[in-house]
């Protein structure tokens, strides 16, 4: 195997969105200096959201400002609706994605609606984006369980997924919110979507709540999907899913992937550093199992003292 595959670092948002210490404009621009320099080129920068529900999130203008730019490096943000859609285009992004439960109870609890009204939100930023030129990724949470509903059929996954797709659009991004899934759930939602929509980008979104999460995102490679979101250091959890852990660190995706000679782009050296700083912003420890792993033999080989 030597297809490559696209790792979206997602911890500038969904990483630090339920830190308990406020990190400010600065910390989270030299983040993703850190995660640029160890050659990671797509990343979700931020979320345009009310402050009041998610703090952390209050400086988004400023930091999607602050990113450094060139051809090579690709930024999204996520938008809750209409008006985080404007203003993350009138700070001048156009990749934006949108979140939308399988779950109706998750809808209610995590953005204040039912599944039709989020369904119709969906569809008129949808509509805005195609006629301004933007592009629209739209999760689709609790794909595998719902933590008020209980395990999801998969035929509301396809759906879902369908309608966004039909509606225009342009990529889809399954989300284990809870981090409940296996592998064979995975299997079964992403491969008849990949070979249905060949058109359309595919995304996974795992948590590694129950220690699934590279099981599932091999399962989503073998399945067809080359996108994956991932968090440094494992970074990460939903505030409205209770229980829920961080994101799949990237460096475990890295790890699982180059090692079986798919190609990301991304050291596991350059991502040691990031972690350490991640460490520092937010006064925890963090690591996935091959960061720690990479420092073990650093050690081993006497270059960390």
């Known amino acids: 195997m030597n297809d490559g595959v696209i790792i979206n670092e997602v911890g500038l948002r ?25 050659g990671i080129k797509h990343i979700e920068a ?21 990113l450094p730019h060139s051809a090579e490096l690709n930024y999204s943000v996520l938008v809750p609706n209409m008006k985080g859609y404007q203003r993350a285009v009138a700070s001048g992004m156009k990749n934006i994605g949108l979140v939308i439960a399988v779950s109706d109870t998750f809808n209610q609890k995590n953005i204040r609606m039912t599944l039709d009204t989020a369904r ?8 805005q984006a195609k006629q301004d030129g933007n592009t629209i990724r739209v999760y689709l949470s609790t794909a595998c369980f719902c933590p008020y509903e209980g395990e999801i059929k998969v035929d509301r996954v396809h759906q879902l997924a369908s309608q966004m797709i039909n509606h225009g659009a342009t990529e889809i991004s399954i989300a284990d919110t809870t981090g409940s899934g296996v592998p064979n759930q995975i299997d079964a939602i992403c491969r008849p979507l990949v070979e249905q929509f060949k058109d359309v980008i595919f995304n996974l979104h795992v948590h590694d709540t129950a220690g699934q999460a590279t099981a599932m995102v091999w399962a989503g490679y073998l399945a067809g999907i080359r996108s994956f979101d991932a968090s440094i250091g494992g970074l990460g959890g939903c505030p409205f899913s209770p229980g829920a852990s961080g994101n799949v660190a990237t460096e475990d995706l890295v790890y699982l992937f180059e090692k079986s000679n798919i190609n990301t782009g991304i050291s596991l050296a350059g991502l040691s550093s990031a972690v350490r700083y991640a460490e520092e912003i937010t006064g925890q420890k963090l690591g996935g199992k091959a960061m720690h792993w990479y420092w073990s033999q650093q050690k081993r080989l006497n270059l960390v003292k």
């Not at 990483?15 to 160890?38: F, S, V, W, Y």
């Not at 009310?50 to 400002?65: L, S």
């Open 46 to 66: 931020t979320s345009f959201v009310n402050p009041k529900a998610v703090p952390q999130m209050a400086d988004a203008g400023a930091v999607v400002a602050g």
């Open 120 to 127: 119709e939100m969906c569809f008129e930023v949808i509509n």
């Open 14 to 38: 969904d990483g630090l969105q339920n830190q308990p210490r406020l990190i400010n404009t600065e910390q989270k621009l030299q983040l993703a200096d850190k995660l640029i320099a160890a």
